[in-house]
């Protein structure tokens, strides 16, 4: 089974901070995403990356960046966190880079902004 | 993608087979039919996905339709544990960075 692990599954920080969210694949996948889930908004792709220290943007990159360092690690970044980040972050890892194969998500990470 | 329909809600009884449908009368002949789930306060979980034939995995069965317009998704024997809210997405098999977009759902309940 594909295992998409988030470094935390609730999160509290400061208005202002850095904010690190970690995200790690066990599948050798290719293909990494970045997407938050507010209610009435359904799921927004933030950042995704198709290989090691490449990256692309998603529809709301304004506020992210990411890194992408090793193949089974993807890191979203808040550089400056703020109230309006308030969320619940989705990783997904997907061996193909199109629609033909599964995006499987991590658990997800609430994060709260004060 | 195309636009697809699902009920806001189902309800079934514990053991049952549990029948979602979904229809998406303006599906492509290259976009895949997918269905997730999302139980609460988790991320959401992949079940199953296909283009024109009926499919079966060790989670759920997937119909679909000769002119690929609807599909059901059928939980054999509905547990407790299934109550979640079940997403049917199309997706456009050759489409770059493709993103997932989510409806609203069907919320499935199971009762006991």
């Known amino acids: 089974d594909v295992k998409v692990t988030q470094s935390s599954r609730y999160l509290v920080k400061r208005t202002g901070e850095k904010v690190f969210l970690e995200c790690v694949q066990d599948?050798?996948?290719?293909?990494m995403f970045w997407y938050r889930q507010d209610p009435g908004l359904g799921l927004r792709l933030i950042y995704f990356?198709?290989?090691?220290?490449?990256?692309e943007k998603g529809d709301i990159p304004e506020g992210y960046s990411v890194s992408r360092e090793k193949k089974e690690r993807f890191s979203l970044i808040l550089e400056s966190a703020s109230t309006n980040q308030t969320s619940m972050y989705l990783c997904?890892?997907?061996?193909?880079?199109?629609?033909?194969?599964?995006?499987?998500f991590g658990d997800g990470t609430r994060l709260s902004i004060l | 993608d195309a636009k697809t329909t699902q009920p806001p809600s189902m309800d079934c009884a514990e053991g049952r087979a549990a029948n979602l449908p979904c229809n998406h009368s303006?599906?492509?002949?290259?976009?895949?039919v997918y269905w997730y789930r999302q139980i609460h306060s988790q991320g959401p979980q992949y079940i199953i996905h296909?283009?024109?034939n009926n499919e079966t995995n060790e989670m759920a069965s997937l119909i679909i339709t000769e002119d690929r317009k609807s599909s059901t998704l059928i939980l054999p024997h509905a547990t407790l544990r299934d109550t979640a809210v079940y997403y049917c997405?199309?997706?456009?098999?050759?489409?770059?960075?493709?993103?997932?977009?989510f409806g609203a759902g069907t919320i499935l309940r199971v009762k006991s």
């Open positions: 599948m050798d996948h290719e293909n």
């Open positions: 990356s198709y290989d090691v220290k490449m990256k």
């Open positions: 296909g283009l024109k």
């Open positions: 997405i199309v997706r456009f098999s050759m489409e770059y960075g493709n993103k997932l977009v």
């Open positions: 997904a890892s997907s061996i193909d880079r199109g629609g033909g194969q599964p995006q499987h």
């Open positions: 303006t599906i492509s002949g290259n976009e895949y």
